[in-house]
Structure formats: structure tokens, C-alpha cells
């Protein structure tokens, strides 16, 4: 259990709920609407309850589980668009759950923890971890960062190449597929935005704080270890040799770029 003060995890800081229906513009005139079902998994059943109330307030639909086993239950019967994790639990702790949950589901995750050295920040991430907050934590913030997760849940892939083969690996953006000599290879949902934004712009250095800004909102721009610990994944996915990437290129105090040439 990550101890907080319960005065600075506020049910509600704004009277204006903000909607768990979302309406995203896309292409061609279309409007995407989805309801979204988020799980929040802690051990302290004070913050199950606040958590509970804000988002029920901000018109999520929510369960709640106390354990990670109790969540993996859930997750058997229900689908899940975001999970909101605890890492300090008992039994199945929340960077096993984490890595458990990335490998069985499409759903973005958030970490909220009292942990806030970029080691611990760091470790979540690479167990799969799309975003990370520290407690205390603001409501509005978390809701944010929701919003955030949720809206780029259903943004288009269309904008952009369709489809980029390089020398054995196939990247459909539609499809949101990925295959590496023939071989389908599962990425989580913000590992496959890095690659959609780099792809979107091949050949072309990209600077570390214009990928944070475009995948994780521009609160996120100067969290370096949140991209450096996701292009490290997707080489370990995509490169024949990680440690001598062909594709996923670092531009020296720069950023990133996506080699197709």
C-alpha cells in the first residue's frame, strides 16, 4: 500500500465534471464515441473510495479491486480501458501486475505511487506502464492525464503512411499491427504511438520534447526517462541487434529518428 493523506487526494476540485464519453474528430468527417470502464487497483480502501467518487463524478464507469489478484479476476469478465495501479500491494505487487496486464491486454495503465525517484519511474515504465503519478496527487491532474490516455485510446491512425515495411519488419498503422520476419509482435499502446509519430516523419530527427508532447501531452515534454525507456522496449521488439539499432536511431542531444533509408 503507497501511504497518502487522503486531504491530498480530493474527490472533486472542480464543479465542472469533465466527460467520460469522449467525441473525437477524426478524418473524413467521422466522430468516434466510446464510453470508457477504468479499474482501479489498491490495497487502501480510503483511496478506492475517493478514486471511486471523482471518476464516477467525471461520469467513468469504475470498479475497484483490492488486490491484484482480485483485478486479474475482473479482467477475466470485463473489458478495461484504463487501469489505475497501485505498485505497493500484497500478494501480486503492482510492477508484477503491471507486466502481467501489458501482456494480456491493450488497456493503457497509470501508475500512482508515492515513489518518485526516477529509478522507480523508470521501472514502471518498462513494465508497461503508459503514464506514471506520484502521490499526492491533484484530482484535476489525474483527470488530465486520463483524458489524455483516453483521447489518444481512439485517435486515428490515418493521418500519415498506412503502412511501413523495412528490412523485415512490417508496421501497419490502421491495423495497429506490427510483424518482425513474419512474426506478429505485440507493442503496447504508447509504444506503438512513438512508432506511429517517428514513422509519421521518417528519416527526420525528431526532438525528444516534440515525441513527449505528441504522445503524452505537454505536461509530459521534458520527462526524458518516460521516452528513453520506451524506445528501449521497442528496440528489444523490433531491432535484430538492441544494442546496435538499424532503425529506431538516437540523435545525439536531439531525439529520435525513424531510418527507412
Same mark, same amino acid.
Given at each position: ?49 475517493? @478514486?471511486?467518487?471523482?471518476?464516477? =463524478?467525471? &461520469?467513468?464507469? $469504475?470498479?475497484?479491486?483490492? +488486490? /491484484?489478484?482480485?483485478? %486479474? ?69 489525474? @483527470?488530465?492525464?486520463?483524458?489524455? =490516455?483516453? &483521447?489518444?485510446? $481512439?485517435?486515428?491512425?490515418? +493521418? /500519415?503512411?498506412?503502412? %511501413? ?97
Amino acid at each position: 500500500m503507497d501511504h497518502t493523506s487522503t486531504n491530498t487526494v480530493p474527490v472533486a476540485e472542480s464543479r465542472i465534471p469533465q466527460p467520460g464519453r469522449i467525441f473525437s474528430s477524426l478524418p473524413k468527417g467521422r466522430i468516434a464515441q466510446v464510453d470508457f470502464r477504468i479499474l482501479v487497483v489498491d490495497d487502501d480502501v480510503q483511496i478506492r473510495r475517493v @478514486l471511486r467518487a471523482s471518476l464516477t =463524478a467525471a &461520469r467513468y464507469e $469504475v470498479d475497484t479491486a483490492a +488486490s /491484484g489478484e482480485e483485478s %486479474l479476476e475482473m479482467m477475466k469478465d470485463r473489458k478495461y480501458h484504463l487501469v489505475l495501479l497501485d505498485l505497493s500491494m500484497p500478494g501480486v505487487d503492482g510492477l508484477e501486475l503491471c507486466r502481467t496486464l501489458r501482456a494480456t491486454s491493450q488497456a493503457d495503465i497509470i501508475i500512482i505511487s508515492v515513489r518518485s525517484i526516477e529509478q522507480d519511474i523508470v521501472a514502471g515504465l518498462d513494465a508497461g506502464a503508459d503514464d506514471y503519478i506520484t502521490k499526492p496527487f491533484r484530482t484535476p491532474e489525474l @483527470l488530465a492525464r486520463i483524458r489524455s =490516455a483516453l &483521447r489518444r485510446n $481512439v485517435a486515428s491512425m490515418e +493521418s /500519415g503512411p498506412h503502412k %511501413l515495411i523495412l528490412e523485415g519488419i512490417e508496421i501497419d498503422f490502421r491495423e495497429r499491427r506490427v510483424t518482425v520476419n513474419g512474426k506478429d509482435v505485440r507493442l503496447t499502446p504508447k509504444e506503438f504511438e512513438v512508432l506511429h509519430y517517428l514513422g509519421n516523419h521518417p528519416d527526420k530527427p525528431i526532438p525528444h520534447r516534440e515525441i513527449l508532447g505528441a504522445v503524452w501531452g505537454p505536461e509530459h515534454s521534458e520527462h526524458y526517462e518516460y521516452l528513453r525507456a520506451f524506445v528501449k522496449q521497442l528496440r528489444k521488439k523490433i531491432e535484430p541487434d538492441p544494442s546496435h539499432p538499424k532503425f529506431l536511431i538516437t540523435e545525439p542531444w536531439v531525439g529520435y529518428r525513424l531510418r527507412l533509408s
